[in-house]
């Protein structure tokens, strides 16, 4: 896919978004996963490290869900020019609650999260700040972290966040599918991975694209 065509797929599902009145609503219709869509709208970056793109199945179902013609996404659309002058888009989704999860699921939440359902009695957390419906929450385990983060602190998690040089993000690595919790470090077109304390063994480790990066840390909340 071009460069320009993609951009105008991007600049249309702004477009049907705005029509359907929000992502989640959108990625309903088209019986889409709304984590999925929202990392198609926010370009975040393969295993490869290249930006995730509205492929042509996609375009398709979009269409299809907003009785749009064939092709409608390949074609510029002048609603979508107005809202890209007025610098206007759709804030996230929000939902009062998120879940309260352990490392193994956060390792598959992308997998999950669309059919998740907390069992009874678990925890379910406000978020203080703006994140996404998808966002979810952790218990920091051990010392890594350590002197921001400690153990037992729980960090609100959202996949729809771009994973940028210098934040904390959740991982999944290769060889586990449990996920870990570290600082990001983009140097020189890698990505690597950086614990806070400086008696932790292996700091800093280089991310391989087998790994994938779950989410970023958007709050913290300390045990008091």
């Not at 375009?59 to 390949?74: H, T």
């Not at 952790?138 to 934040?167: A, T």
């Not at 700091?203 to 391989?208: A, N, T």
Request: glycine share 6%; charged share 25%; net charge negative.
């Amino acid at each position: 896919m071009t460069l320009k065509l993609n951009q105008i797929r991007l600049h249309n599902l702004e477009v049907l978004i705005a029509e359907a009145g929000s992502a989640a609503k959108l990625a309903r219709a088209a019986g889409t996963n709304s984590s999925y869509l929202s990392q198609v709208r926010n370009q975040l970056p393969t295993k490869k490290g290249t930006p995730r793109s509205i492929g042509d199945e996609l375009a398709e179902k979009l269409e299809k869900a907003m009785n749009k013609d064939q092709g409608w996404m390949d074609t510029p659309h002048a609603d979508g020019a107005r809202q890209e002058e007025h610098n206007a888009h759709d804030g996230p989704d929000l939902r009062s609650l998120h879940p309260l999860i352990s490392w193994v699921q956060a390792g598959n939440w992308y997998e999950i999260s669309e059919s998740f359902v907390p069992a009874y009695g678990s925890e379910l957390l406000p978020c203080p700040v703006c994140c996404s419906p998808e966002s979810f929450v952790l218990r920091v385990r051990g010392s890594s972290m350590e002197p921001k983060f400690h153990e037992g602190d729980l960090i609100f998690v959202d996949p729809n966040v771009s994973p940028d040089h210098g934040k904390y993000v959740v991982v999944r690595l290769d060889e586990s599918n449990e996920a870990t919790f570290k600082q990001l470090i983009i140097e020189e077109g890698k990505q690597y991975l950086k614990a806070l304390n400086p008696d932790w063994p292996n700091r800093i480790i280089e991310v391989d694209e087998e790994a994938t990066i779950c989410g970023v840390i958007v709050f913290k909340g300390e045990v008091v």
